[in-house]
């Protein structure tokens, strides 16, 4: 498989898109399993995850709701740093049972703005679906990370999803910066 080139970086191959979809598939059973019975909501985070939604709804089989949130991320002027605000967050989420679906956790840090913004609607529980996961870039463990896709090294990545600086997200597999 070829490198590509996106803006001024270098990406080699890192999963293709065939495994990407086995993993998907076999991620969908489980969830098909674990949540018989209980009409879960997914709620995806935009941008990143608007691929993996789209595969791996489609291997759902269950009654469920789905939904879209998106984080922006500001560099604050005082010394708190990085200011998120979610926009779209379903607002009857109590009772409901919660699955956040993303692109990828990195630092976990967006994760846990959004886990803290669902937990204020006493949803029956929650549980974090991500494609991708850096272990060695988080920062502190999140329990609700129940289903992994695959466990990638502390490279930058992109494709399926993902972009650098806006593009790449319609590649079909994922790469990694060389
Ligand atoms: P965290 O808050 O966990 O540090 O980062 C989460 C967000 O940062 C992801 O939803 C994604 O938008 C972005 N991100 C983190 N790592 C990568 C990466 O390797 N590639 C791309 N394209 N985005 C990333």
């Known amino acids: 498989m070829n490198n590509v080139q996106v ?3 270098e990406f080699e191959i890192l999963l293709e898109n065939d495994s990407i979809n086995k993993r998907i598939r076999l991620i969908g059973i489980q969830l098909n ?5 209980r009409c879960p909501v997914f709620i995806g985070v935009l941008n990143g995850s608007f691929l993996f ?7 759902i089989d269950i009654a469920c709701e789905i939904g879209f949130i998106r984080v922006a991320s500001y560099h604050g002027t005082e010394s708190v740093g990085e200011i ?3 926009f779209g967050l379903p607002t009857d989420l109590k009772d409901r049972d919660v699955i956040i679906v993303e692109d ?3 630092t976990g840090q ?3 703005y959004i886990l803290a913004k669902v937990q204020q609607q006493e949803p029956a529980s929650v549980t974090v679906c991500s494609l991708l996961f850096k ?3 988080l920062k502190e463990p999140i329990a609700e990370l129940n289903y992994v896709g695959f ?5 930058f990545v992109v494709g399926y999803g993902l972009d650098y600086n806006g593009l790449g997200r319609n590649l079909k597999d994922i790469y990694r910066a060389v």
């Open 7 to 9: 803006h001024d970086k």
């Open 33 to 37: 399993v674990d949540y018989e019975n």
């Open 53 to 59: 939604m789209a595969d791996l709804i489609k291997e």
């Open 84 to 86: 998120k605000e979610a």
């Open 104 to 106: 990828i956790v990195d």
């Open 110 to 112: 967006t994760l846990k």
């Open 135 to 137: 272990p060695a870039a």
């Open 151 to 155: 466990e990638i090294p502390n490279d």
